[in-house]
T-cell receptor, first 111, second 114 residues
Framework: SQQGEEDPQALSIQEGENATMNCSYK?????LQWYRQNSGRGLVHLIL?????REKHSGRLRVTLDTSKKSSSLLITASRAADTASYFC???????????FGTGTQLKVEL | NAGVTQTPKFRVLKTGQSMTLLCAQD?????MYWYRQDPGMGLRLIHYSVGEGTTAKGEVPDGYNVSRLKKQNFLLGLESAAPSQTSVYFC?????????????FGPGTRLTVL
């Protein structure tokens, strides 16, 4: 079963605007990760936040984690057309660093 | 470095045929994974390996077998393909550090079973 659920399923914004995607999960986690997938390509890792962290930044990306609500958000600031992609959250639980992925948010950034 | 590579990129099978997907990584990663991605369902873990000679079941292992004879290679086999196995298959690898590290993904194999 899917551990993570993402909201919204699709998001369309104008270049320069900020994009926010949310992820909810069901069980305790070791860490939560965000990945990007361009159409027809493999997944690319964006950022990892551990269960004892609350916020993390990487360039134009900001990720928050609220373990009490079992939720995370990904903020992309000053979006660009090149940010158009699907974004997935994934939770790591148990041994083997296994990941359970959400269903993804399709982001479209228009010029 | 090539990273994670997958062979083949595309394949069409008839029901009942068998095939093997090959994944190779040149990053000396201990852990390797096979996922399938279906429309609207995200990625689901099929099997994984925490080291050479080891394999374990993931969320959706039925109908698949795997082998990790060499650290750099992880093979996914379909013994008798079924239309329900039509999907895009992704291999990934990561360092074997508990507590988590990012996974590196291959470009995928698009499999159609008729």
């Amino acid at each position: 079963s899917q551990q993570g659920e993402e909201d919204p399923q699709a998001l369309s914004i104008q270049e320069g605007e900020n994009a926010t995607m949310n992820c909810s999960y069901k069980t305790s986690i070791n860490n939560l990760q965000w990945y990007r997938q361009n159409s027809g390509r493999g997944l690319v890792h964006l950022i990892l936040i551990r269960s004892n962290e609350r916020e993390k930044h990487s360039g134009r990306l900001r990720v928050t984690l609220d373990t009490s609500k079992k939720s995370s958000s990904l903020l992309i600031t000053a979006s660009r057309a090149a940010d158009t992609a699907s974004y997935f959250c994934a939770t790591a639980t148990g041994g083997g660093n296994k990941l359970t992925f959400g269903t993804g948010t399709q982001l479209k950034v228009e010029l | 470095n090539a990273g994670v590579t997958q062979t083949p990129k595309f394949r069409v099978l008839k029901t009942g045929q068998s095939m093997t997907l090959l994944c190779a990584q040149d990053m000396n990663h201990e852990y390797m994974y096979w996922y399938r991605q279906d429309p609207g369902m995200g990625l689901r873990l099929i099997h994984y390996s925490v080291g050479e000679g080891t394999t374990a079941k993931g969320e959706v292992p039925d109908g698949y077998n795997v082998s990790r004879l060499k650290k750099q290679n992880f093979l996914l086999g379909l013994e008798s393909a079924a239309p329900s196995q039509t999907s895009v298959y992704f291999c990934a690898s990561s360092y074997g550090i508990e507590g988590g590290r990012e996974q590196f993904f291959g470009p995928g194999t698009r499999l159609t079973v008729l």
